[in-house]
């Protein structure tokens, strides 16, 4: 079983930063991909950013050059810097990530953390 503890959320005012954190724990073999994902009230959830186990990236057109994803592989733990926050950012963040509990390919799992609200008053 995989186990995804998220930080790092709060509260910020326009223009602001905040630094998201999420700690993969228990028993598995490889994690291939670990993201971000946000779901605003009354919307659907959506991604932010992802990130591979050889780093690549992938972002929403709405947080480039805004949100940075990043990725601790000894640690199985995935960051995301956002800066420059509007009131749009305002949602529960929720952490994701993929791979294989053993060796075998039917081993797949995709879990999710649990959320961490963030909040940029308008």
């Known amino acids: 079983q995989v186990h995804l503890v998220e930080s790092g959320g709060g509260v910020v005012q326009t223009g602001g930063s905040l630094r998201l954190s999420c700690a993969a724990s228990?028993?598995?073999?490889?994690?291939?991909?670990m993201g971000w994902y946000r779901q605003a009230p009354g919307k659907q959830r959506e991604l932010v950013a992802t990130?591979?186990?050889?780093?690549?990236?992938n972002y929403a057109d709405s947080v480039k050059g805004r949100f940075t994803i990043s990725r601790d592989n000894a640690q199985n733990t995935v960051y995301l810097q956002m800066n420059s926050l509007g009131p749009e950012d305002t949602a529960v963040y929720y952490c994701?990530?993929?791979?294989?509990?053993?060796?075998?390919?039917?081993?797949?799992?995709?879990?999710w953390g649990q959320g961490t609200q963030v909040i940029v008053p308008s």
């Open positions: 228990g028993t598995f073999f490889r994690i291939i991909s």
């Open positions: 994701n990530a993929r791979g294989y509990e053993s060796h075998l390919v039917q081993s797949v799992f995709d879990e």
């Open positions: 990130i591979n186990s050889g780093h690549a990236t």
